[in-house]
């Protein structure tokens, strides 16, 4: 047992650390059930967690609702949602939290995401770039709590991608060395089923990676040509394998999120490039930024050192430094450069939500670093930390006397991130001692958790969440209506709501009212809803102000309204 534990610890620490650090904030910020607060903010409390009680419903009671469903607006095929939305397998643990504790089951499910993404990195330090000890944490950690995780906390669909991309490269390595086909393959296809969107991302960032890996490691052309086909060919079967999903999502997209695909852009930078520098900043994240910022770059001062020391080492070899500054140089531009911004969202501009490709560059990042640092053996030499130290100084001087333009940034985040510069340079730089060699590892990975911990609570204690009353009260009284107007009427029809938590309580709560929100909402659908005059936009419709005409057309039978103002019941009439 102590040998095993002596080899496993560090991928162990890697999925604990992060968990251990999120769950500690959860509970300092008294998130439900460890305070009256939740999870909820934004379009998880508008929007995901009622798709997450459809998902509970219809797997415990009516299955056939994945396929097509009478909650959407006025019923639609449900393929497209369910892709983008449910697939995940961490979702199937809903059905152990009903009604109200759905909050709860959000946390549960974040925690294990975070753990999950500092598991695999941690799986990839291990086995492919051959890292050992509290190295693997200390980066593992750096990467499931960057600052990309953070900001997209309120995104739970999103964030398997991050967990699934460090087993596709890892399993890309064993493709391209070992032939081994299997891992790759399924590892793809499953990011593929449980997320196309991000999926698409990953694609396209293997096509750069493998134009690394082939620089790198080049050792002649034959061998280069061997290992294309293997990869063209089992990426393509990966795509195969998850057509069941992919093929219908496809016909729902051309119908919804298709239909607004840019034909026109602009060549032109979205905004001054050197504003990414005010990203790498503890804290750099508030509400503000969520429809309208910069990309979300925060990986820690270790990862940053490694970085600079990857294309300052002459321990590496000029050709793989060569081609890892070109596939840089493109990622930096793609996140600044409106064309090449347009490519990794599908040819569509967010709404909301800018630069979501912006985990690849972290990824990214923290790889390179992880190489750098294996290579010097996690020191740095004097002239080494004095250029990181240059750099650190200047980047954060363009960021202290520009502080008027982000109004995340105080004086207080700068100092802080300028400590964690120089106290992690210092400890890098310290002379080698048999005591040295055995704490300053320790001492790293220390220095690490308490950065990354101290840019999620900057960063999340910006951003405001719902109570757990404000999602409890609607949800119990909505779930108590349903249960009586299904008792005196169970006939098929539609109700319109006076009242409502969201535009998707019909769909969480197995009523037809006529609203709904979503990302994959076909055009047709608000379509109709403008030309009836009821409110409508590009992904979501209500039904709050019908006529005779529309009531009956449309079968609207009964009507949901509050009595008064301490009481919600159910009022039921023919309209």
């Not at 415990?60 to 369910?82: C, N």
């Not at 995780?149 to 999103?158: G, K, P, R, S, V």
């Not at 991000?198 to 040509?225: D, E, H, N, P, R």
Request: proline letters at 4%; a positive charge.
């Amino acid at each position: 047992m102590k040998e095993y534990l002596k080899k496993h610890y560090p991928l162990g620490l890697s999925f604990w650390t992060p968990v251990l650090l999120m769950l500690g904030y959860f509970i300092y910020r008294g998130f439900y059930p460890f305070g009256s607060s939740s999870v909820l903010t934004v379009d998880l409390g508008q929007q995901y967690v009622d798709f997450f009680a459809y998902f509970r419903h219809t797997l415990l009671h009516s299955p056939s609702e994945l396929f097509y469903s009478f909650s959407k607006a006025l019923g639609g095929p449900m393929i497209g949602e369910a892709a983008y939305y449910l697939l995940s397998p961490f979702n199937l643990l809903f059905v152990f939290f009903p009604g109200k504790y759905l909050t709860a089951g959000c946390l549960l499910i974040l925690l294990l995401k975070y753990g999950c993404a500092g598991y695999t990195f941690g799986r990839l330090l291990k086995n492919e770039l051959k890292l050992n000890k509290w190295m693997i944490p200390a980066l593992a950690t750096s990467y499931a709590l960057m600052g990309w995780m953070i900001a997209n906390q309120l995104n739970m669909l999103w964030l398997d991608a991050p967990i699934f991309l460090p087993l596709i490269i890892s399993a890309l390595y064993r493709l391209l060395q070992k032939k081994r086909s299997l891992a790759y393959v399924l590892w793809l296809a499953a990011m593929m089923i449980i997320n196309y969107y991000m999926a698409y991302m990953i694609c396209l960032f293997l096509v750069l990676f493998f134009a690394w890996y082939q620089t790198a490691y080049f050792s002649g052309l034959k061998k280069f040509w061997s290992q294309l086909y293997l990869f063209i060919s089992r990426s393509l079967l990966a795509v195969g394998i998850s057509a069941f999903v992919l093929v219908p999502t496809y016909y729902s997209l051309v119908t919804s999120k298709g239909q607004y695909t840019e034909k026109s852009f602009q060549s032109h930078f979205e905004y001054v490039p050197l504003k990414m520098l005010s990203k790498f900043v503890i804290g750099a994240f508030n509400f503000e930024q969520m429809p309208k910022g910069f990309p979300n770059l925060f990986i820690g001062s270790l990862a940053l050192i490694g970085v600079f020391l990857y294309f300052i080492s002459l321990k590496i070899k000029w050709r793989p430094k060569l081609a890892a500054f070109l596939v840089s140089v493109f990622l930096w531009l793609s996140l600044c450069f409106e064309p090449l911004d347009l490519l990794w969202h599908g040819m569509q501009f967010p709404v909301w939500y800018p630069y979501r490709f912006s985990f690849i560059v972290s990824f990214w990042m923290i790889f390179l670093a992880a190489l750098a640092l294996k290579e010097n053996q996690f020191r740095l030499k004097p002239h080494q930390a004095l250029i990181c130290l240059g750099i650190f100084t200047a980047g954060l001087s363009y960021v202290y006397f520009n502080s008027k333009s982000f109004d995340y940034v105080s004086k207080q985040v700068i100092l802080f991130t300028a400590l964690f510069n120089v106290l992690l340079l210092l400890v890098l730089t310290v002379k080698k001692t048999p005591l040295n060699q055995r704490l300053t590892p320790l001492v790293i990975f220390l220095l690490v958790c308490f950065e990354m911990l101290a840019n999620t609570t900057y960063s999340l204690n910006n951003i405001s969440y719902l109570t757990q009353a404000e999602f409890a009260g609607p949800t119990k009284v909505i779930a108590q209506d349903q249960k009586k107007l299904t008792q005196l009427d169970p006939g098929f029809y539609r109700i319109a709501q006076l009242y409502s938590r969201t535009k998707d309580d019909g769909l969480a709560h197995d009523l037809k009212t006529g609203s709904y929100f979503s990302s994959a909402l076909e055009k047709s659908i608000p379509d109709f809803y403008g030309q009836l005059g009821q409110p409508d936009g590009d992904n979501y419709v209500g039904y709050y102000n019908g006529t005779l005409i529309s009531d009956s057309l449309l079968d609207m039978k009964y009507l949901l309204q509050a009595k008064d103002k301490a009481e919600l019941v159910l009022s039921i009439g023919m309209l």
